[in-house]
């Protein structure tokens, strides 16, 4: 393993990180904060490890799956650890767990938070919730692939273990100019939604950091009753719209830029997304009807919710806690679906849940006509059986990782809808759960040991649990397979 080159690219990520943090410096001086000195201190901080984490250090092309895997997996945590500083620095988190769970739900996009007074946060420090939510949405290594594109053919691996989905296309034959492609795609959307939420009547700064945890699909806002508090119809359908758009593969813009509409028209996963968002917009209106007297404001409510859900944003118009049980437990189960591949959505995303649905559907078929081939299609062509493997694998693993969470929180004494919904909103990144970790509540009660296993099941959830596991297993340090040899031809980049 090429350490160097590891530590190389580790060191460039803490430097990009603490420029990053200049914005939300800025905003502590214009408004003359005390939190100016804590962005100071975490600016030195990531700025000078980075350095030193390049002392005879270089950059080579020639990367490999395994630096690709630990690149990527350190590198978010360095990020979850030096993004805390700030909350850690100026006293906002009680303690560094605290500061690294606030953190690490930003970046991840997850939106859970420890802070019970967000409101009485300096200006700067909310900035930076919601910056780092802009950073991790699109992905802070697709970020560095972007800036820096130094890596060669190297980058690849570092791009597929941090883009969400079963496989990954690159949308040309330069993964340096996909990154960019993604990324000014990214950009459009942050921009469009920022100047439409200030015609909606929101200022500047609650129009960045709403769009910021939009298009991310994360829901750090600036209130602690959060889009529901601004009470204004019409930013909230502005930000229904853009939550919605977040959560469609970013690769079907990019056909939509170049004209290819039938790329569009065809993508079964789309068609899919938007049916599952219809069908439970409509479930839940009818289910809450009584609630709501007013038709326009029950529409507007209930595809709110299930698409911030869906699309594990996190945003909030109502308590939705308050609902009857049969809504919330729509809204549990959105919690495992997601939005599509190539999103800035978490969860186990739709084409999973579209392939198993399929899968499902051809064994039974099978139980009728066992002689029978019967191929899984989705947009018309077979679904290979490497990708079915891997669907099958993650979906096994997913629900895995929810069921000991939840015993695990259960074991810290919180209640089975407290722990259920909490591993849920944290696996999926998706933020608000129900019961304790409610809409209008946080995860502040959740003892320290497991906000740290929260903050775990954060990373692992973003990475798409892969990208994590296999960095604490024995045989990624051995270099050699885990399970016996593995077939030079089968080894592909599908995890």
Not at 257 to 279: A, H, P, S, T
């Amino acid at each position: 393993m090429n350490l160097n080159t590891v530590r190389y690219i580790l060191g460039t990520l803490l430097i990009v990180l603490g420029v990053a943090m200049v914005p939300s410096l800025g905003w502590s001086i214009y408004y003359g904060e005390n939190a100016i000195n804590a962005f100071l201190y975490s600016i030195v901080a990531a700025i000078g490890v980075g350095l030193l984490l390049r002392i005879k250090a270089s950059l080579k092309k020639d990367l490999g799956l395994r630096e690709g895997l630990l690149i990527v997996t350190l590198g978010w945590i360095l990020a979850g650890i030096f993004g805390a500083l700030p909350f850690v620095f100026h006293g906002s988190a009680a303690t560094f767990i605290d500061g690294f769970f606030e953190a690490v739900s930003g970046f991840t996009t997850t939106g859970a938070t420890v802070m019970n007074n967000v409101e009485a946060l300096p200006r700067g420090l909310l900035f930076w919730r919601s910056f780092t939510h802009w950073l991790g949405g699109m992905g802070i290594i697709v970020l560095f692939l972007a800036i820096l594109p130094g890596v060669g053919a190297g980058g690849f691996h570092m791009f597929r273990a941090e883009v969400p989905g079963p496989s990954v296309s690159k949308l040309s034959s330069r993964i340096a100019h996909t990154a960019k492609t993604l990324w000014y795609i990214y950009l459009g959307l942050t921009v469009l939604q920022t100047v439409l939420l200030m015609f909606a009547g929101f200022n500047l700064f609650d129009s960045l950091t709403h769009t910021f945890g939009t298009v991310a699909t994360g829901g750090f806002s600036t209130r602690a009753l959060s889009v529901g508090a601004f009470k204004n119809p019409a930013a909230e359908t502005i930000i229904l719209i853009f939550m919605a758009l977040s959560g469609i593969n970013f690769s079907l813009y990019y056909y939509l830029l170049r004209k290819q509409w039938d790329r569009v028209y065809n993508d079964e996963e789309l068609k899919f997304y938007l049916g599952v968002i219809l069908v439970t917009t409509l479930l839940i209106a009818w289910n809450i009807r009584g609630l709501i007297p007013s038709k326009a404001d029950l529409l507007r409510s209930s595809a709110f919710q299930v698409v911030s859900i869906m699309t594990t944003t996190g945003y909030a118009t109502t308590n939705f806690d308050l609902w009857p049980t049969f809504s919330k437990m729509l809204l549990l189960l959105l919690m495992f679906f997601g939005g599509c591949a190539g999103s800035t959505g978490g969860a186990m995303k739709q084409i999973r849940v579209l392939i198993l649905s399929k899968y499902c559907g051809r064994e039974m078929l099978r139980t009728l006509h066992p002689k029978a081939v019967i191929p899984i299609k989705v947009g018309g062509k077979p679904v290979p059986d490497d990708i079915l493997r891997n669907i099958m694998a993650f979906s096994f693993i997913y629900i895995a990782a929810f069921v000991f969470g939840s015993l695990f929180i259960a074991m810290l004494g919180q209640d089975m809808i407290t722990s259920v919904s909490s591993v849920a909103a944290t696996l999926g990144n998706i933020g608000p759960g129900l019961g304790s970790v409610g809409p209008e509540s946080t995860f502040s009660e959740i003892p320290q040991i497991g906000k740290l296993v929260l903050s775990f099941l954060m990373l692992m959830g973003r990475l798409e649990l892969f990208t994590v596991i296999l960095c604490f297993t024995p045989g990624f340090w051995r270099g050699v397979p885990i399970l016996g040899t593995v077939p030079k031809h089968s080894r592909r980049m599908n995890i």
